[in-house]
């Protein structure tokens, strides 16, 4: 259970998000403050795992809060600003609601909490829950709770994600990227292929499906996946 807790000045947004937290069974709403101050103090008493943060408020900003924060909890930013999402994610926030939006925007990007609390939980690589990688000239951070699968392509690799349509596409190899990541989150199916276990909706003969999306099983790999359907086995 995830406790959370909601912070915007406006009321009808509280109002909606109070109501949304309510209806997923792992959220718990712990309280709800219409401004940074307010939350300050909430936050001076009590620890919660999970801020619905907005970003443009009276006096201080949600931005500035998040600042001042020595260790703050996880944190989804909601506001009608689309310019502020860059420093948001600076500050490592999970995800980035744009007002108006809808139940499934909203339950995505709690789904994406739940995955890297549980992560967290696990001691996910000695604490690393996201890295960056290159691309081009650029480096890109990846948040290892919205990894889906990582497919190799001989000196690269593609790491598909659950918040973007198209994989992030960096030189590394399937060695490397698979000792970055948590073990016990993450199955290879194959030679080509690391798939992160929680996002496996159906194993078939030859094939672990992701929704739509099937990964195939090498023979050498099938022992990996014996160890998903009875976890008590030996690989």
């Known amino acids: 259970m995830m406790s959370c807790l909601v912070i915007d000045d406006e009321r009808l947004v509280r109002e909606l998000l109070e109501d949304n937290i309510r209806q997923i069974p792992y959220l718990r709403l712990a309280g709800s403050c219409k401004n940074a101050l307010e939350a300050a103090?909430?936050?001076q008493r009590d620890q919660v795992?999970?801020?619905?943060?907005?970003?443009?408020m009276p006096r201080i900003s949600g931005l500035q809060l998040l600042q001042s924060l020595q260790t703050p909890p996880l944190v989804i930013l909601v506001t009608a600003y689309e310019q502020y999402a860059l420093e948001?994610?600076?500050?490592?926030?999970?995800?980035?609601?744009?007002?108006?939006?809808?139940?499934?925007?909203?339950?995505?990007?709690?789904?994406?909490?739940?995955?890297?609390?549980?992560?967290?939980g696990r001691g996910v690589a000695g604490g690393v829950e996201e890295f960056f990688v290159h691309v081009e000239y650029t480096l890109v951070k990846?948040?290892?709770?919205?990894?889906?699968?990582?497919?190799?392509?001989?000196?690269?690799?593609r790491i598909h994600l659950a918040s973007a349509p198209r994989p992030v596409l960096t030189r590394m190899s399937m060695k490397s990227i698979e000792e970055k990541l948590p073990a016990a989150a993450f199955i290879r199916t194959h030679k080509s292929y690391l798939v992160a276990t929680r996002r496996i909706t159906a194993i078939k003969r030859d094939f672990?499906?992701?929704?739509?999306?099937?990964?195939?099983?090498g023979e050498a790999y099938k022992r990996n996946i014996d160890q998903i359907v009875n976890p008590g086995s030996s690989r």
């Open 41 to 43: 103090e909430f936050l």
């Open 49 to 56: 795992d999970l801020l619905f943060l907005d970003i443009r």
């Open 88 to 120: 948001g994610f600076n500050l490592n926030v999970v995800d980035y609601l744009l007002k108006p939006f809808a139940f499934d925007r909203f339950l995505k990007a709690c789904n994406r909490a739940h995955d890297l609390l549980k992560l967290r």
């Open 142 to 157: 990846v948040v290892v709770a919205d990894i889906d699968y990582v497919e190799g392509l001989k000196d690269y690799i």
């Open 208 to 217: 672990v499906c992701l929704g739509p999306v099937e990964i195939p099983i």
